[in-house]
Structure formats: structure tokens, C-alpha cells
């Protein structure tokens, strides 16, 4: 009853094993037709060398997304005109690509502020090392990423199927390079 129970278990664990390859995305192929690897980056021209003649294609277009590193900096702030005594106006800056991107003074967002602690003045557009000059150390920091959208890229899809025992393969390509490989079940 152990052995039949224990090659049950293994039975399970090497199914789920083989399924999970069969739906895998991997960075590399090996096509037997022409003997030859091809990796993410290969040339369209390479991948139709190594693997033969494509079988199916379509073409889609995909979004384009980018993940782009964001800085926030804090600053207090009190306006003599504007706030009541012992109260401070929270500013906030938000730096991509390492510019200024965007000046908050509490819920409002403006293009330039003269809200630096020791007068001085910061404007869209600026580097980070040239606000801390004129504006002095942030009070608190937050680092983090942004996902933006850049626009639509036509997406060339390629499908072969080499035999009824092995998984489909599918590689996408984006001006003329192969971004994507996956192993698909049929």
C-alpha cells in the first residue's frame, strides 16, 4: 500500500511537472530542424534559419510599457500671507527621469514655487541636484517606479508546431527581434 501510494505522489507531482513546462516562457529554444538555439533578441531571419519555414503568423499591435524610476520629495513650507501661525504647507516634488516633473504645494500643482525654506525657488524642468542647491535636504524621501504607456508596437506572432507530441511553440518578435518565447500546450 506505501509503493502504490508513493508512485501515486510521484505519478501527481511529475504530471503537474510536465503541465507546467507545457504553458512555460523561457529565453531560449532549441529547434531541431536546423540544429540551432535561438535566444531572446535573435533576428527574425535567424529564428526561420534555425527552426524552417513559419508556419502561422499574425500580427498584433501591444501596448508599450515602461517602468521608469520616481523620487518624491517633502518639504514644509509656512506663508507668512497664506497660513495661520504654526501651520505648515506640505510641498511635494516628484522627479522622473531625474527632472522635475511636478511641484504640489498641499492639493494644488503649480509649474513653480518659491516655497524653499530659505527662499529660494524651484521650477518644472529642474535636476535634482540643482533644487537640493536651491532648496536645501528634503524632510522625507520616497523612492519608487512609474508604469507608463508609451504607445502601440506591432507585435509579429509565430507558431510551430513540430510534431503531436511536442508543446507549440510561439515567438514573438518586435522590429525584428524575438522579445517573447513560449511553450504552449496543444
Not at 505522489?9 to 523561457?26: C, G, P
Not at 513653480?112 to 524632510?139: E, I, K, M, W
Not at 507558431?159 to 518578435?173: A, D, G, L, M, R
Request: contains cysteine; charged residues 20%.
Amino acid at each position: 500500500m506505501k509503493k502504490l501510494l508513493s508512485l501515486s505522489v510521484a505519478f501527481i507531482f511529475i504530471v503537474l511537472a510536465a503541465s507546467t513546462l507545457l504553458h512555460a516562457e523561457v529565453t531560449s529554444h532549441y529547434c531541431s530542424t536546423g540544429a540551432a538555439y535561438v535566444d531572446i533578441g535573435s533576428t527574425q531571419q535567424a529564428v526561420e534559419a534555425a527552426c524552417g519555414k513559419l508556419r502561422t503568423e499574425a500580427k498584433v499591435h501591444r501596448n508599450i510599457t515602461e517602468e521608469h524610476p520616481i523620487e518624491q520629495w517633502f518639504y514644509h513650507y509656512q506663508d507668512p500671507i497664506i497660513t495661520a501661525p504654526g501651520e505648515d504647507e506640505v510641498v511635494e516634488l516628484t522627479f522622473a527621469k531625474g527632472k522635475l516633473a511636478r511641484i504640489r504645494v498641499d492639493t494644488l500643482e503649480v509649474t513653480h514655487s518659491n516655497f524653499c525654506p530659505n527662499g529660494g525657488y524651484a521650477r518644472l524642468g529642474q535636476t535634482q541636484s540643482d533644487v537640493r542647491s536651491t532648496c536645501g535636504s528634503p524632510l522625507r524621501v520616497i523612492r519608487g517606479t512609474q508604469t507608463l504607456t508609451s504607445g502601440k508596437k506591432q507585435t509579429h506572432i509565430w507558431t510551430y508546431e513540430n510534431s503531436k507530441f511536442e508543446p507549440k511553440t510561439v515567438f514573438e518578435f518586435q522590429d525584428g527581434k524575438l522579445t517573447r518565447i513560449q511553450h504552449k500546450a496543444k
